[in-house]
Nanobody, 116 residues
Framework: QVQLVESGGGYVQAGGSLRLSCAAS????????MGWYRQAPGNERELVAR???????NYADSVKGRFTISRDNARNTVYLQMNSLKPEDTAVYYC??????????WGQGTQVTVSS
């Protein structure tokens, strides 16, 4: 079993920055993908960014150049640095951990609100 605890959400004005953290505990095996997804009211949950345990990253086109995902494997923690935030980035952000060939876990979500 894996538990994911997110932190770092909040309220910020457009152009500002926030840093999200997701700490994983439990049976994290060597092969996993950790990522951030978001869901705005009335929208489907969408990928924001993800990173493999080897450091390969993928980003949604809408956040490229503004957001950076990183991870600390020793701490089983993934980060999302969000810069130049826009009102359309407002959503609940969820951490996800895919343990390859084992299971798929989600955090409880953290609210990010960007005012114009």
């Amino acid at each position: 079993q894996v538990q994911l605890v997110e932190s770092g959400g909040g309220y910020v004005q457009a152009g500002g920055s926030l840093r999200l953290s997701c700490a994983a505990s439990g049976s994290i095996f060597s092969r996993n993908i950790m990522g951030w997804y978001r869901q705005a009211p009335g929208n489907e949950r969408e990928l924001v960014a993800r990173i493999t345990n080897g450091g390969t990253t993928n980003y949604a086109d809408s956040v490229k150049g503004r957001f950076t995902i990183s991870r600390d494997n020793a701490r089983n923690t993934v980060y999302l640095q969000m810069n130049s935030l826009k009102p359309e980035d407002t959503a609940v952000y969820y951490c996800r951990c895919i343990v390859i060939s084992v299971n798929d876990y989600w955090g409880q979500g953290t609210q990010v609100t960007v005012s114009s």
